[in-house]
């Protein structure tokens, strides 16, 4: 289910939450990471962007799911960020909705492995079935349940194993049919 993000990071103000809100966005591998203390927002980062000027990346791509790990902390602060409140109202009027990265898990992980092998055996053939069960068993390292970006990396290592550049293209269309964000 999609969310606005203004009223993601709205309601984590309005319950005093502390904590770091992560998202994904497109095409990308950096997190925009903004940091919570009792609900106001005291740091934001992407990549090697901090403060205000990381809402500019949000503005020019598009989101592609959110987690809020609560209790984290940093003793870093934006010196540059405006009230809470305007990041939220900024935020709104962008009209950006991502996906919770929680309701990434919940599918059946057997499904989404079984869908990223059947990608590549369609553009490399059966041994594309072995080659998947060899990097899952043997190179891929998921946290416990794995998460999208978990994926992502794994369909990152299994797209390498293909050589024709418009296979490897339609293999990465494939996945995200069903996983999105590459």
């Known amino acids: 289910m999609k969310k606005d993000l203004g009223d993601i990071v709205d309601n984590l103000s309005k319950t005093k939450s502390t904590g770091l809100l992560t998202i994904n966005l497109s095409s990308d591998k950096n997190l925009l990471k903004i940091y919570l203390k009792d609900g106001s927002i005291y740091h934001i980062s992407y990549g090697f962007k901090k403060g205000f000027e990381c809402l500019n990346e949000i503005a020019s791509k598009e989101p592609i799911s959110y987690n809020f790990i609560p209790q984290i902390a ?44 059947m990608a590549l055996v ?21 946290s416990q349940p794995p998460n999208k970006e978990d994926f992502l990396r794994l369909v990152e290592m299994l797209k ?23």
């Not at 602060?77 to 996906?99: D, H």
């Not at 296979?167 to 590459?182: A, R, T, W, Y």
């Open 74 to 117: 940093i003793d870093i602060v934006s010196t540059n960020l405006p009230a809470t409140e305007k990041i939220i109202t900024t935020l709104k009027q962008m009209n950006k909705t991502v996906t919770d990265s929680a309701l990434l898990q919940t599918p059946d992980l057997n499904k989404i492995k079984e869908n990223i092998k």
């Open 122 to 142: 369609k553009q490399i053939g059966p041994i594309g079935g072995k080659i998947t069960e060899k990097y899952i068993n043997e190179k891929w390292i998921p």
């Open 160 to 182: 390498e194993e293909i050589e024709d550049p418009k296979s490897k293209k339609e293999f990465i269309e494939d996945v995200n049919k069903f996983l999105g964000g590459l």
